[in-house]
């Protein structure tokens, strides 16, 4: 689901309780000494400054999981390039973000790691997520979350400020310092326009390995190489690359979209879930079938490819 508005992920509610109860104590001991003149200054500045404090906790960082490192890496690119990344509580490389297009999307991942090097999954138990930050522009970008990344989405050209999270049921277990996002149109020059009615040769990725490992490619109506073996109950991670005649790539996130369906009257032995730019292929029992993978377009697919055998086991 696509995020515009800003998430609450830190209460005062625990605070205010446990400043409640202190007092209660404080009232309720024969031996309790009177506030001072300082301590009670204190309480009148703090209760002064409040609404701000309560604004910088928000958005604030927060690491109950003892994060050493949080890396920002753009999915674009293969393998994935880094972006920025945190250590401890501060950013390196912090003005490397690349600007997000008007009307289209940047695909972020996210690498964590304690000072170990052991690494949280961002997937099941933990996703990353993101939010604008309090007072920052809420119309210039959006937000959808797909587990272990993201897609920051342009919705207007400006500047916002953003904070990374590790997300765990409901709330924040880890949140990095405020990041600038820039908003922008993309250089036309960059690339040429890809054909979607001119598709030449597409290139089916296993996502398993790092880089991702090519391991089937379609070519002139035929498949060479195969799908990895599915396991019951569990899925396979698969991107693609669709070029057309002239070697122009499609760009899966934005305007098209990787799907793939079962081929007509194949086995129903597996399920799909789709991500944009890669689809998992879902093991529900043992069994062999064929599916076709389909360079999607709002509502239809522009291309389709030959069926290909995939295997449950």
Known sequence: MVRSRRELILSGAGVLTISALAGCLGDDDP?????????????????????????????????????????????????????????????????DFPMVPVGDNLSVGAEAADEDGNEIELWDDYEFRAAVVSGADEDVVSFDFHGDHIHVIGEQEGLTEVVFQVWHDDHADYQTEPLAVQVGEA???ERESFNASDVS??????RAPDPHEAVADWHDDHWHGELPTVPVDD???????????????????????????????????????????????????????????QLWHDDHADFETTPIAVTVE
């Open 187 to 189: 250089d036309d020059e």
């Open 235 to 293: 899925n396979i991670s698969l991107g693609a690359v669709f070029l057309d005649g002239d070697e122009n790539e499609a760009e899966l996130n934005g305007e098209y979209e990787l799907r793939v369906r079962l081929e007509d009257d194949a086995d129903e032995v597996v399920a799909f879930d789709y991500h944009g730019d890669h689809v998992h292929i879902i093991g529900e029992e043992e069994g062999e079938t064929e599916v076709v993978f």
């Open 31 to 95: 031996e309790a000494e009177p506030e001072d003149a300082a301590e009670s200054d204190l309480d009148d500045d703090h209760d002064d400054d409040g609404d701000d404090h309560g604004d910088d906790d928000e958005d604030g960082f927060i690491n109950e999981l003892g994060l050493y490192e949080f890396q920002l890496l753009d999915r674009a690119h293969d393998p994935h390039e880094e972006i920025s990344y945190m250590h401890d509580d501060h950013w390196h490389s912090s003005g």
């Open 201 to 206: 040769d597409v290139e089916i990725l296993d």
